[in-house]
């Protein structure tokens, strides 16, 4: 059983700059894939967009089209911690950031196969 929590949301102006962590606790080492997706306030019933995933053996990274060159995802192994560095951020990226993990497969594509989820971290990009 993994658990992860999400922390480092917040309001910032359009430009700026965040960081999102994901701490994660229990069977770490059975880890294979990591993900960060979000969700636009007011599309409770759309799928979750993915926006960057890190698999765990290789450090190996893929990135949304929207967010390649401004977002970087990162692992701290020694803290069991994952990030998202967002940078140059535009309105468009306000959303529920959810951290996902899974033991096999991370599709940027489709949340379906994920089956450990945080509970989200807020981010508002105003213009």
């Known amino acids: 059983q993994v658990h992860l929590v999400e922390s480092g949301g917040g309001s910032v102006q359009a430009g700026g700059s965040l960081r999102l962590s994901c701490a994660v606790y229990?069977?770490?080492?059975?880890?294979?894939?990591m993900s960060w997706f979000r969700q636009a306030p007011g599309a409770p019933g759309e799928e979750r967009e993915g926006?960057?995933?890190?698999?765990?053996?290789?450090?190996?990274?893929f990135y949304a089209d929207s967010v390649k060159g401004r977002f970087t995802i990162s692992q701290d192994n020694a803290k069991n911690t994952l990030y998202l560095q967002m940078n140059s951020l535009k309105p468009e990226d306000t959303a529920m950031y959810y951290c996902?993990?899974?033991?096999?497969?991370?599709?940027?594509?489709?949340?379906?196969?994920?089956?450990?989820w945080g509970q989200g971290t807020l981010v508002t990009v105003s213009s």
């Open positions: 996902a993990a899974d033991r096999n497969s991370c599709p940027l594509f489709d949340p379906n196969p994920l089956d450990a």
């Open positions: 229990g069977f770490t080492d059975t880890i294979f894939c």
């Open positions: 926006v960057a995933t890190l698999y765990t053996d290789d450090g190996s990274t």
